[in-house]
């Protein structure tokens, strides 16, 4: 029997966390990273990589400060000691977008192991690629970012543009160190409404993609849903409240 983790932001709601537990995934809540920003120190796609060979890469530091709990789970895991910072673009070396074998992103800021995984890489201007763009499945995608959107459209996916705005960005406070070694001062609980599309929702199976709070509140939620529905993908509400981004999830199962 495969056992299927799912790595969240460790403010999920209890909601959103007991949903995915009847979906089976056994749900891992991500520390803070000391050497990110408070916008992304939690967000999954700024914490693991998905390696296609089945490894998840993340930052040696972050695995030291949480070797046991990476380590129960028996994942194969690799790791980088690229430099990352809380500035960007410094914060976006694991944010890259893998789709249908290609790897969108900023080029000259993503992880060498990344780029190493794939033979097909296409270039952009937003170093937030994986956190811009919500993937329905392998050949479709919606974004609010027209250099995502053009790229996507070059390599043969289908896109849906939404206009921005609408989702809830929450700053966590990033705990520990950073690369200096200095202690991380707390942030608080700032909020902004200029979250990504891509970090609000993840795709759980080939025909079902979850939403962190209420799709059915969007404003876009009929013309995503259109879209969703002519590419086989149903939407669900994990959570109650205004659609947030959490940086996604990211999905690792063992055998």
């Known amino acids: 029997m495969m056992k299927s983790y799912i790595f969240v932001h460790q403010g999920v709601s209890d909601e ?5 537990a009847l979906l089976g995934y056994i749900v891992i809540r991500l520390p803070s990273f000391g ?3 408070p916008y992304v120190c939690c967000h999954p796609d700024s914490l693991l990589f998905p390696l296609p060979d089945g490894r998840l890469l993340m930052h040696e530091n972050y695995y030291r400060e949480n070797r046991e709990l990476f380590d129960r789970t028996g994942l194969r895991f690799a790791l980088t000691d690229e430099p990352v910072g809380a500035e960007y673009p410094q914060d976006v070396l ?17 992880s060498k192991t990344v780029k190493a995984a794939y ?4 270039g952009v201007k937003q170093g937030y690629a994986r956190c811009s763009v919500l993937a329905l499945g392998e050949r479709a995608a919606v974004t609010a970012d027209r250099g995502l959107e053009k790229a996507l459209l070059s390599q043969g996916a289908s896109v849906l543009m939404l206009p921005p705005g609408g989702i809830i960005l ?7 160190f950073d690369e200096k070694g200095k202690k991380i001062k707390p942030v608080g609980d700032a909020v902004r409404c200029d979250g990504f599309i891509g970090g609000s929702g993840v795709m759980l199976g080939e025909d079902t993609c979850g939403f962190f709070g209420d799709i059915t509140a969007y404003k876009h939620y009929e013309q995503l849903q259109s879209f969703a529905r ?5 939407l669900v509400s994990l959570g109650t409240g205004p659609l947030e981004d959490m940086g996604g999830a990211v999905i690792a199962g063992l055998k």
């Open 119 to 122: 033979n097909k890489h296409v």
């Open 94 to 110: 694991l944010n890259a977008l893998a789709l249908r074998d290609v790897l969108y992103g900023r080029l000259d800021s993503v």
């Open 170 to 176: 929450r700053a966590a406070a990033p705990s520990g």
């Open 16 to 20: 959103i966390e007991f949903a995915l």
């Open 230 to 234: 002519s590419h086989g993908v149903r």
């Open 35 to 37: 050497a990110l920003g």
